[in-house]
């Protein structure tokens, strides 16, 4: 069973930079596919980056294009999400989520939250302006 764990959340002001880790246990093969989603209350959980362990190619929103990185550890089997030049509107909660095993259209489907099996807990992540 892969189990999530996130970290890192927090408050910031705009203009401020957060890192979240995802670190998961549970599964060390290397065919994983792990990804970053938010949620607003009362809105739809949005996928913000994904990356595939294997190849490290990772995806992006538009909304965070060129503020937000993810990256990985592959020896701690653990996803980053370093968010630069935050924004008041990047205020959500924000989930990993991971897949594992074959996914041929990773790259135009990363960002549908109903493609992961497997979720965090959640970690909070305020931006005031």
């Known amino acids: 069973q892969v189990q999530l764990v996130e970290s890192g959340g927090g408050s910031v002001q705009a203009g401020g930079s957060l890192r979240l880790s995802c670190a998961r246990s549970?599964?060390?093969?290397?065919?994983?596919?792990m990804a970053w989603f938010r949620q607003v209350p009362g809105k739809e959980r949005e996928g913000v980056a994904a990356?595939?362990?294997?190849?490290?190619?990772?995806y992006y929103a538009d909304s965070v294009k060129g503020r937000f990185t993810i990256s990985q550890d592959k020896d701690k089997n653990t996803v980053y999400l370093q968010m630069n030049s935050l924004k008041p509107e990047d205020t959500a909660l924000y989930y990993c989520a991971a897949d594992v095993g074959g996914w041929g259209t990773f790259g135009v489907t990363w960002y549908q939250p109903t493609k992961y099996t497997y979720w965090g807990q959640g970690t909070q992540v305020t931006v005031s302006s």
């Open positions: 990356i595939s362990t294997n190849s490290g190619t990772s």
């Open positions: 549970g599964y060390t093969g290397s065919r994983a596919y």
